[in-house]
C-alpha cells in the first residue's frame, strides 16, 4: 500500500490536532493508502517524535519530498511558507485564517494559480454531515423561500489570564475573534446561503490591558439578498457554549448544534411539530465522516474530514467538491475586513 507522506509547518496546538487526524484517518477510513507525517518544521521549539524527522529550514525539509505541506504556523508567517511551497511546486493545506491580512491572502490565491498548486483551507465546518443535510434540506425547499439565517459561535477560554501575551491577542494575527473564530462562521454562511454582499459589524474588546484585538463581534449581514446576524465571542461563557447555524424560512426552521454535527433540527411550521434529521450512511462516507458510535468529537472528526478531502485531492488530481480553496477563504476575509472597517468607529 503506498505511503502518502506530508510535512507540517509549526508544531503548536493546532498541529497535534491535524496529527490526531492521521491516525483517526488511518484507523476509521478505508483508504487505498497509508497517511503518514514523517517531517515537520518547527525551529523554535522542534518535537521529537517516533519516526518522524524534525527541520530548521524549510530547504531541509523540503528534501524528504512530501506530497504536500500543512501549515499550522500563527497568521503572519502564512504567506511565507506558500511562496516557498510556490518555488518547490508542492501543494499546499493551510490553517485558517488564510493569512493576517487581506493583502497577504490575495497575494497568496494569485502565487497558487499562478503556479497551479493545489491548495485547500481548513474551514473543516462544511464537512459537518449536520451542514451538509441543511444544505441539501434547504435545496430541495423543505422551509420554503428563505427569510433570515443566524449564526454564532461561543468560547470563553480568553477569560483568563493566563492567554494574556498569545499571539492570537496581538496585533500581529490581524484580528481576534472575529478572524480567528468568525471566519468559520462567514465561510459557512456563503456556503451555504450565498455571498455577503453588505456587513456592519460591532466590536468589543472587555480585557484591554491583555488584548490587542476583539474579544466579541456581532456582524449583520446580507448574503444573497437574504438577512442574517454572525455573532463570535471568546469571553462568553455558558453551561452549554452556544455553537449554532439557523435558517428561517416560510415554512419553517432548520437548525444545526455545530458541536453534535449529526443531527439537523426541523420546524415544520404548518404542523408545529419538531423533527430531527439524521444523515446516512452513505452521506457520512462521503465527507469523510465517522458513525456517531466512533466520533471522536465534531472539532477532531471535521479536521479529520477536511485534511483527509486535501488528501485524496492531491492523490487522485480531483479537487473536493466540499473542501474550502484558497479563493473561498479569500472571500471570507474579504468580508471581515469590511467588517472590521465598519465597525471601526463605534468599537470600545
Known amino acids: 500500500m503506498k505511503d502518502v507522506q506530508f510535512a507540517i509547518i509549526g508544531f503548536g496546538s493546532i498541529a497535534k490536532t491535524h496529527m490526531l487526524s492521521v491516525s483517526q484517518a488511518n484507523l476509521q477510513h478505508r483508504l487505498p493508502y497509508t497517511l503518514s507525517v514523517r517531517s515537520i518544521l518547527s525551529p523554535s521549539s522542534p518535537p521529537t517524535l517516533p519516526n518522524i524527522h524534525a527541520f530548521d529550514t524549510f530547504s531541509e525539509m523540503i ?79 423543505t422551509i420554503g423561500r428563505m427569510i433570515r439565517f443566524k449564526t454564532a459561535t461561543y468560547h470563553y ?63 449583520h449581514v446580507i448574503a444573497n439578498s437574504i438577512p442574517g446576524e454572525i455573532e463570535v465571542s471568546r469571553i462568553s461563557a455558558e453551561q452549554d457554549s452556544r455553537d449554532i447555524f439557523e435558517v428561517f424560512g416560510e415554512k419553517g426552521s432548520l437548525r444545526v448544534n455545530l458541536k453534535n454535527g449529526y443531527e439537523v433540527d426541523w420546524f415544520d411550521a404548518e404542523s408545529g411539530s419538531t423533527k430531527s434529521l439524521f444523515p446516512s450512511n452513505e452521506l457520512l462516507e462521503s465527507v469523510h465522516f465517522p458513525p456517531l458510535r466512533a466520533s471522536l468529537g465534531f472539532f477532531q472528526n471535521a479536521h479529520t474530514a477536511s485534511l483527509l478531502a486535501f488528501s485524496n485531492a492531491v492523490i487522485t488530481n480531483t479537487p473536493s467538491p466540499i473542501a474550502a480553496t484558497f479563493e473561498d477563504a479569500y472571500k471570507a476575509q474579504i468580508v471581515i475586513h469590511n467588517a472590521y472597517l465598519s465597525a471601526r468607529p463605534q468599537t470600545v
Open 157 to 219: 477560554s480568553y477569560l483568563s489570564d493566563k492567554k494574556s501575551g498569545v499571539w492570537r491577542t496581538t496585533k500581529e494575527s490581524g484580528g481576534g475573534a472575529l478572524l480567528d473564530l468568525g471566519v468559520h462562521l462567514v465561510d459557512l454562511v456563503q456556503y451555504i446561503v450565498g455571498d455577503i454582499t453588505e456587513v456592519k459589524a460591532h466590536t468589543h474588546t472587555h480585557f484591554k490591558e491583555r488584548s490587542e484585538v476583539d474579544e466579541y463581534a456581532q456582524c
Open 63 to 141: 528534501m524528504t519530498r512530501p506530497a504536500f505541506i500543512d501549515i499550522c504556523t500563527p497568521n503572519q508567517y502564512h504567506r511565507d511558507y506558500v511562496e516557498l511551497a510556490a518555488e518547490y511546486q508542492i501543494p499546499v493545506y493551510c490553517e485558517k485564517p488564510l493569512a493576517h491580512t487581506l493583502e497577504d491572502a490575495k497575494q497568496m490565491v494569485e502565487l497558487t494559480k499562478i503556479h497551479q498548486i493545489p491548495n485547500a483551507v481548513a474551514l473543516m465546518y462544511r464537512f459537518l454531515p449536520a451542514v451538509q443535510l441543511l444544505k441539501e434540506e434547504l435545496e430541495n425547499g
